[in-house]
């Protein structure tokens, strides 16, 4: 039956193939004298005609999986993923039915086969670009908010801007950045004593700490990879910051335009609130790039640039105008700053905004992390120190990128036939055991990253607290706080946060080494807690990426009480 289903597959595709100059004109005319609705239905059988028999392909060639029932009969599960507010709990609950590999209806009969197993996950990702690639709805995605980048582009083109950009992101780069890092933590630290003197409350004050994360992160990627400062933390506008609070008002809500796109890509193109959005967002940030670029250009073509060609923008400038194996497009590099300007605006902001919330709830634990950092009085840790000498703060950042990755999942399609190892044997559709996957071409395949870092198999009966405590030495075994089997997931420190394989988060370096350099200033300085007491709920957000906000609130504020420590 898999021969039959190759077979019409391939009559239909040789068909398309063998039309040549003499027989496309009679098609033509064929076509304009056929009745509009006719020529309509003409092709939309063909194309559910091809659609079946690519499924019927799949079906045939791939192993059969347990799976949750379809409980809508258009999105499948998909309306029900949308509407969790912890997903993560619904790939739990079903891994625990199904096994560690599974498959979950989408839309229109569309499918796709989950994986919790941690070789398989190792697997999937040491093939990432090349058997599973991005699917046409995420290319498109991407192409809208930030261009043709690193996260857009595949195969030879990937490898080839990211061995550009490699040197940038180097410990040895990012050991120049340290001072940098440090310096927007103390413009927050001098602007929040500004509020704190000018209310009316003894050596406190109700602060806002989303938007100023976000401040700290937009003016650091500035200055450390394009020399410019957007200002924000002093108080300057900026059209980029000003964009960006304007995506993160208000949730798209359930996206179900997402949804369809998953059978029909083409969707994302027609005009909406959101895709407009997103459409100036990307202009504004080119509108950025630009000026910031040719300035770069400038100072090289007068000598004024030194430092070996080592920073993001010196890197971009000489790829630009190399003509060998690393020569990028003066479009590459602008969809190449947009990305970072994105990557540094979003993610690491949305890492401190939590690592604010858990430490105001677990007070504890920030008297802990103060501790630790008591030593540096009159001077701040360097790049080694951040890195090497500091367990807790280490243990702190690890946690919360854990807990609360700024991405939830990983979904690629096979672009070729595949087998998928796993760990453990885990019964297929008909109840035998299988020790391998066989994936066909075609096939969406979904890691998720929120549940497998916070999978109690993995993370042990704690897997859902923040508990900081796992990662020390002295808990690394045996104990309440073991890591256990999570030694078996691939990735960064055994978690999925920056992904894994070719595709690994170029900047996690400098993400960590940021995140670890503003805090360690908040904390020695200021104390945190909640504005409204221990109780407060918290619950993330979609905007761009899942951001925090107070259960029952508009928008994605969160208000803490910020004291300042003498």
Request: charged share 25%; aromatic share 8%.
């Amino acid at each position: 039956m898999s021969a039959m289903a190759d077979t019409l597959t391939s009559t239909l595709t040789s068909y398309l193939n063998a039309l040549n100059a003499q027989t496309i004109p009679a098609l033509l005319h064929r076509i304009r004298q056929a009745k509009p609705a006719d020529t309509f239905l003409a092709l939309l059988s063909a194309y559910l005609l091809l659609r079946a028999a690519r499924a019927a392909r799949r079906r045939l060639t791939a192993t059969k999986l347990r799976g949750p029932p379809r409980t809508d009969w258009f999105f499948g599960v998909g309306d029900e993923l949308m509407r969790a507010g912890d997903a993560s709990m619904l790939y739990e609950a079903w891994e625990c039915k199904y096994g560690a590999a599974y498959t979950i209806p989408s839309t229109l009969g569309a499918s796709r086969v989950v994986l919790c197993d941690p070789r398989a996950i190792a697997h999937f990702y040491a093939r990432d670009t090349t058997t599973y690639v991005r699917t046409r709805v995420s290319l498109i995605a991407i192409e809208h908010l930030a261009g043709r980048n690193l996260l857009w582009a595949q195969g030879d083109v990937h490898k080839r801007q990211r061995k550009a950009l490699t040197p940038a992101f180097s410990n040895s780069a990012i050991r120049k950045l340290t001072s940098v890092f440090i310096d927007s933590g103390h413009k927050v630290k001098d602007a929040w004593n500004n509020i704190i003197d000018a209310s009316s409350e003894d050596d406190s004050a109700v602060i806002e700490v989303q938007n100023w994360m976000n401040h700290v992160s937009l003016d650091t990627i500035g200055i450390a990879g394009f020399s410019h400062d957007f200002g924000t933390l002093l108080g300057k506008h900026s059209s980029v910051a000003q964009t960006f609070d304007q995506m993160n008002v208000e949730s798209p809500g359930r996206n179900y335009r997402a949804l369809l796109a998953i059978v029909f890509p083409w969707i994302l193109k027609f005009p909406s609130r959101r895709r407009t959005k997103v459409l100036n967002l990307n202009k504004t940030m080119g509108d950025s790039a630009a000026p910031m670029l040719q300035r770069s250009r400038e100072e090289k073509a007068a000598g004024n640039k030194e430092g070996g060609e080592r920073s993001i923008i010196e890197l971009l400038v000489k790829s630009e105008a190399d003509d060998a194996e690393l020569h990028m497009s003066s479009q590459e590099v602008v969809d190449q700053m947009k990305l970072l300007i994105f990557a540094g605006y979003e993610t690491t902001s949305i890492a401190l905004t939590w690592a604010l919330i858990e430490l105001s709830r677990n007070q504890e634990t920030q008297t802990k992390l103060r501790n630790e950092l008591s030593q540096f009085t009159n001077t701040d840790p360097t790049y080694d120190q951040l890195t090497n000498s500091l367990p807790y703060l280490d243990a702190v950042t690890l946690e919360v990128l854990r807990l609360r990755s700024p991405v939830s999942e990983t979904t690629r399609l096979a672009g070729e036939d595949d087998l998928i190892p796993l760990s453990q044997p885990i019964p297929d559709a008909s109840g035998k055991l299988v020790s391998h996957i066989a994936v066909a071409k075609g096939t969406l395949v979904t890691v998720p990253i929120h549940y497998t870092n916070r999978a109690v198999k993995f993370w042990g009966p704690t897997a859902r607290e923040f508990a900081p405590e796992r990662w020390l030495d002295g808990y690394d075994g045996e104990g309440k706080y073991a890591k256990g089997a999570a030694r078996d997931v691939s990735g960064h420190r055994n978690m999925l946060t920056f992904a894994d394989g070719s595709r690994m988060c170029l900047g996690k370096a400098f993400a960590v080494a940021e995140f670890k350099a503003v805090l360690s200033v908040l904390i020695r300085n200021f104390s945190f807690e909640l504005r409204d007491g221990p109780s407060t709920q918290f619950e993330s957000q979609r905007t761009l990426l899942p951001r925090p906000r107070v259960v029952g609130e508009k928008g994605v504020d969160v208000p803490l009480r910020v004291r300042r420590l003498n």
